[in-house]
């Protein structure tokens, strides 16, 4: 990502970063451009001073600017077009933040053609793994990939509590008047429960006991707080992408176990959503492969008449490259099977991946076997 960021600042006078609370947003960003004076319009003082003297703002604090968690002031933008209209200058700001759909909103109506719109997630396994972390995937499930776990050695299940009661529910409470707390908590535990699954909310309005109405205004929330994201099926109509129910996968695969209440990576390798939690793990690592480069994700999931399925399904010049995850750490060629169904049926297939956490890396005209910490390599 920080070669996509400095490659958007000389392209464009704006650059916008999101992506959800802890990500490491900040950090990289002053990282990759450290001669930028920092501001974090979370400070009451700046805050009050951004949005009611914006003149002065920009007085006392002259650019190249970062102005981190920018959809607190959202009227900035108007006056940063203003700014790089005049200067006409690459990179002179450098924009965060951590609500998606406010700050998409505000940014397509100040900024459009002016800024580079980027997303971060939280670490990839290959950054935790440079870093020297365990990326044993129980372990991983269990602490997720968010960095201060992993750098100050935190308890996960601490840290994500702290996290859910911190940024989540803080979040939900800005963006929506949420009036019972319990059930809305409810709600995500049994999220957690489905991840990976088609989404019925429905079913999960008559579970929670709250009308599918405001699921869906719940899920929307999730969505724009980086929360939780959604894998659309594959259909050669692009519109059936759109109606067709999607699968919901958490951004961080370590909240999913906290909500589950996984105390442990032993509790992970053993609970009966083992597989569906590996799944998120993938899903999510494959994501950030294809935002880290700057690109859209392009990835879907298939399942036909029979429910035959595929986890993965990525679209590359008009070729869909299909990609299995499993958990297993044992080679079979069963594991493929899927695979193969996918393309006798499908004749746009290219030969797919199978993504598992074994050793043994069997290839064929049809599949090849990697490790699932390779995953950003196959898309």
């Keep these: 990502m920080a070669e996509t960021l400095s490659t958007a600042a000389g392209e464009y006078p704006v650059v916008t970063l999101t992506g959800p609370r802890q990500a490491g947003k900040t950090t990289l960003v002053r990282a990759v451009f450290p001669e930028h004076r920092y501001c974090n319009l979370e400070d009451p003082e700046l805050r009050r001073m951004a949005s009611e003297d914006p003149k002065q703002f920009f007085h006392l604090h002259k650019g ?154 719940w899920l929307s929330i999730l969505e724009a707080s980086f929360v939780v994201f959604r894998l659309p099926p594959y259909y050669r109509t692009f519109g059936k992408r759109l109606v067709k129910s999607p699968k919901i996968y958490f951004t961080e695969p370590g909240l999913a176990c906290w909500l589950l209440g996984i105390e442990s990576a032993s509790e992970a390798a053993r609970d009966p959503l083992h597989g569906n939690l590996f799944e998120n793990l993938v899903v999510a690592e494959a994501f950030k492969a294809r935002l880290n480069a700057g690109r859209e994700p392009r990835l879907y999931f298939w399942q036909d008449s029979h429910r035959n399925e595929v986890d993965l399904v990525f679209e590359q010049q008009r070729k869909l490259i299909p990609i299995e995850i499993k958990s297993a750490m044992t080679w079979h060629r069963y594991l493929a099977a899927n695979l193969l169904k996918f393309q006798r049926g499908v004749p746009d297939a290219k030969s797919g991946f199978v993504l598992y956490a074994g050793d043994l890396f069997p290839e064929t005209d049809h599949y090849a076997a990697r490790h699932f910490k390779d995953t950003g390599d196959c898309l």
């Design 64 to 217: 190249p600017l970062i102005l981190d968690e920018i959809q607190r002031v959202p009227e900035l933008l108007s006056w940063i077009q203003v700014r790089v209209d005049e200067e006409k200058s690459k990179g002179a700001f450098i924009l965060t933040g951590s609500h998606q759909l406010r700050l998409h909103e505000a940014v397509t109506q100040s900024l459009a053609g002016r800024t580079s719109l980027l997303r971060l997630l939280p670490l990839s396994i290959r950054e935790l793994e440079a870093s020297g972390a365990s990326v044993e995937k129980n372990e991983l499930l269990y602490k997720g990939c968010l960095p201060r776990i992993h750098v100050d050695a935190l308890s996960p299940s601490a840290a994500y509590a702290n996290y859910f009661r911190t940024y989540v529910e803080r979040d939900v409470r800005q963006l929506m008047e949420l009036r019972n707390q319990q059930l809305f908590e409810t709600f995500m535990r049994l999220l957690a429960g489905r991840v990976g699954q088609p989404l019925n909310l429905s079913g999960l309005a008559g579970d929670v006991g709250v009308s599918a109405t405001t699921l869906k205004q």
